[in-house]
């Protein structure tokens, strides 16, 4: 499967110990399989940082993962299990490492006022829920393990974009 991550340079080979704690999946290397969205991550990123070029990567994220922990957020009768573990890696627990990779939906800017409002106790877990729906779908790929990353995921690319 093709799969993009938005960065401020060319990786070539990934690590995952530059990735920030308190994220939605934990910490590892984030892609996605839409290209759009990784360049809005892209742009996103050099406008924070104030420095960089909105860069595209594109691998190669191989299917052969029978051996890999695969946590996967997919149905939205998933939703529940979603948002808890969301608020759980955000508060720095470590579930996050039970697995090697972890796909699901992303807790964009819109997603993240909801979450947010659940996780300060604003809404009760129905509410978010219910909320949640209304967004456009995404994804987010996180591969959580070095070992993992060197076997399934290959470079085969990079293009950059314009800060708008």
Not at 2 to 22: A, M, Q, R, T
Not at 60 to 86: G, K
Not at 127 to 144: C, D, M, S
Request: aromatic content about 14%.
């Amino acid at each position: 499967m093709k799969v993009y991550h938005g960065s401020i340079l060319e990786i070539n080979n990934p690590d995952v110990s530059f990735s920030k704690d308190y994220l939605d999946f934990g910490k590892g290397f984030y892609m996605t399989s839409f290209p759009k969205q990784a360049e809005r991550w892209a742009v996103r990123k050099v406008m924070r940082l104030g420095k960089g070029v909105p860069t595209i990567n594109v691998y190669e994220l191989s299917d052969d993962y029978i051996d890999a922990r695969v946590l996967e957020f997919r149905d939205p009768e998933d939703d529940e299990a979603w948002l808890d573990f969301v608020c759980n890696c955000r508060d720095g627990k470590a579930d996050y490492k039970k697995y090697d990779i972890i796909i699901g939906g992303v807790a964009d800017d819109d997603v993240f006022k909801s979450v947010d409002m659940y996780h300060r106790g604003i809404w009760d877990k129905e509410r978010t829920l219910r909320e949640l729906k209304y967004f456009k779908k995404n994804n987010q790929i996180v591969i959580t393990s070095q070992n993992a990353l060197e076997k399934l995921l290959k470079f085969e690319s990079s293009y950059t974009v314009e800060v708008n």
